[in-house]
Nanobody
């Protein structure tokens, strides 16, 4: 079983920045990838960014150049640095961790971009 604890969401003005963190704990052998998804009201959950244990990352086109993802393998923690935030970035952001057998979701953290 894997437990994910997310933090860092909140309210920010357009153009501002936020940093999300997600720490994985529990009983697992090895994490293959960690990433962030988001779901806005009335929309499907979508991938924002993902990073593998080897450091390879991938981003949604809508956040390229504004968001960065990083991870600390020793702490089983993934970070999402969000810069130049836009109102359309408003959503619940979910951390997801994939082991080599199963995937696990966090409870979500709200990010609201509004003036």
């Amino acid at each position: 079983q894997v437990r994910l604890v997310e933090s860092g969401g909140g309210l920010v003005r357009p153009g501002g920045s936020l940093r999300l963190s997600c720490e994985a704990s529990g009983s697992f052998l090895r994490i293959k990838a960690m990433g962030w998804y988001r779901q806005a009201p009335g929309k499907q959950r979508e991938l924002v960014a993902i990073i593998t244990s080897g450091g390879t990352s991938n981003f949604a086109d809508s956040v390229k150049g504004r968001f960065t993802i990083s991870r600390d393998n020793a702490k089983n923690t993934v970070y999402l640095q969000m810069n130049s935030l836009k109102p359309e970035d408003t959503a619940v952001y979910y951390c997801k961790t994939d082991t080599y057998t199963l995937g696990y979701w966090g409870q979500g953290t709200q990010v609201t971009v509004s003036s």
